[in-house]
């Protein structure tokens, strides 16, 4: 069975959603829920602390493009960081990596 949690945290500037497991056809419709939640609540920068996925097929990476297109609409953004393993090899794969833009300072912020 594949499992996901989900951790959101607002900061004063950004709101961040840390995942822990995998992201799949099972489980994107976890992660949609928490981004849309978000935006609902009107917060429109966020982060996908990606340091505790272990895998992330196609469907996942729908769900983080439509978030991304939805922060955008909203006039935020949605940016990833500490992508690595699969996530990192499908964004490379498909040519996405600039969508989703990488701030060093930020992830050294999220270091555990």
Same mark, same amino acid.
């Given at each position: &069975?594949? &499992?996901?949690?989900?951790?959101?945290?607002?900061?004063?500037? @950004?709101? @961040?959603?840390?995942?822990?497991?995998?992201?799949? @056809?099972?489980?994107?419709?976890?992660?949609?829920?928490?981004?849309?939640?978000?935006?609902?609540?009107?917060?429109?920068?966020? @982060?996908?602390?990606?340091?505790?996925?272990?895998?992330?097929?196609?469907?996942?990476?729908?769900?983080?493009?439509?978030?991304?297109?939805?922060?955008?609409?909203?006039?935020?953004?949605?940016?990833?960081?500490?992508?690595?393993?699969?996530?990192?090899? %499908? %964004?490379?794969?498909?040519?996405?990596?600039?969508?989703?833009? =990488?701030?060093?300072?930020?992830?050294?912020?999220? =270091?555990?």
């Amino acid at each position: &069975m594949t &499992m996901l949690s989900l951790t959101t945290t607002d900061h004063p500037a @950004v709101t @961040v959603i840390t995942l822990d497991g995998e992201i799949d @056809v099972l489980t994107a419709d976890h992660l949609r829920q928490s981004i849309d939640q978000a935006l609902a609540r009107g917060r429109s920068r966020l @982060v996908i602390d990606a340091a505790g996925l272990g895998f992330c097929d196609s469907g996942g990476l729908h769900t983080l493009i439509a978030g991304q297109r939805r922060a955008t609409s909203a006039g935020g953004w949605l940016h990833l960081a500490h992508a690595h393993g699969y996530l990192q090899r %499908l %964004l490379e794969l498909t040519q996405l990596i600039e969508l989703f833009p =990488r701030d060093p300072q930020l992830e050294r912020l999220l =270091r555990r």
